[in-house]
């Protein structure tokens, strides 16, 4: 059975920092690119980063690009997300998700590209 288990949600103040973390289990982690994706209250679930299989190449939307970093142990079949500099407007639910190969480049920003996801958990950045 496939899951994908986030953890290290809560609440923090704006400029606080977070550490999100991703438990895998049910398939081979080690071939799939992770990615994380949130969605703020009333909005659509948006990209915000990615790691490929090994590890090699991450990606990161403009809009974390220097504040967040994504990460992945693969003996521990789990990726992470830190999370820096937090804003109030980063309010959301974080969501991984798992590719269904070993890809990379672009496509990675896709949601459609990914066939496994979590269930989320909240992220809230007090002003």
């Known amino acids: 059975q496939v899951q994908l288990v986030e953890s290290g949600g809560g609440l923090v103040q704006a400029g606080g920092s977070l550490r999100l973390s991703c438990a895998a289990s049910g398939f081979t982690f080690s071939s799939r690119s992770m990615g994380w994706f949130r969605q703020a209250p009333g909005k659509e679930r948006e990209f915000v980063s990615a790691i490929n299989w090994n590890g090699v190449s991450t990606y990161y939307s403009d809009s974390v690009k220097g504040r967040f970093s994504i990460s992945r142990d693969n003996a521990k079949n789990t990726v992470y997300l830190q999370m820096n500099s937090l804003k109030p407007e980063e309010t959301a639910v974080y969501y991984c998700?798992?590719?269904?190969?070993?890809?990379?480049?672009?496509?990675?920003?896709?949601?459609?590209?990914?066939?496994?996801w979590g269930q989320g958990t909240q992220v809230t950045v007090s002003s």
């Open positions: 998700a798992a590719t269904p190969g070993p890809t990379a480049g672009p496509i990675l920003q896709r949601q459609s590209h990914y066939n496994y």
